[in-house]
């Protein structure tokens, strides 16, 4: 019998940094019975669960995990997007300000809010060198499974559920880890 979570589709909502993270991720530490498939969807909140949705009801019923993950930085929709993936059953791993704050967690025990993704790239700068562009050097940084697993414990403790796009820093991309790892995710705070 197949697993009931092993075809994932991660929609993201800009470009590079998190489909090269995912990637990596993929080749990596991805449960071997998970299937996985990223596209990039560059766009507001809306937009990106849109196009979710849209993959979703042309596959018919190929996935059982439809992901968004978003930014909080540019985008401000929030109050359309979340009640539109949940009526549709798509889950959001939202990161305020950005996706680097998860880079950052896997390195750093980072609390203090943060203004914007160029200050975020300095905070990380001081642990990653920098990639050229928006990409991220995966098995540089970030192929180191303690790291990841350090990274779920500090994203956890940032925000409460459902609350990552209100709460600045925040990351909701540990959800989607585990998944990919496939292991049960609990929504509330605990450890792996």
Known sequence: MRDPADRILVVCGSEKTESDYL???KRHFKKRT???KILEKPGSTVEVVRDAIGVMDRAEGDYDQVWCVVDVDQYQDFDVAIPLARGRGVRLAVSNPCFELW???HHDDHTAPIVDYRRLKVLLARHVRPSTGKGVNF???YAD???WRGAVERARKLARFGDEHTTNPSTGVWRLALALHGL???NNAGSL
């Open 34 to 36: 998970v299937s996985l």
């Open 145 to 147: 499974e303690a790291l």
């Open 103 to 105: 880079l950052l967690l």
């Open 23 to 25: 990637n990596g991720f």
């Open 139 to 141: 098995d540089r940084d």
């Open 184 to 186: 049960e995710v609990d």
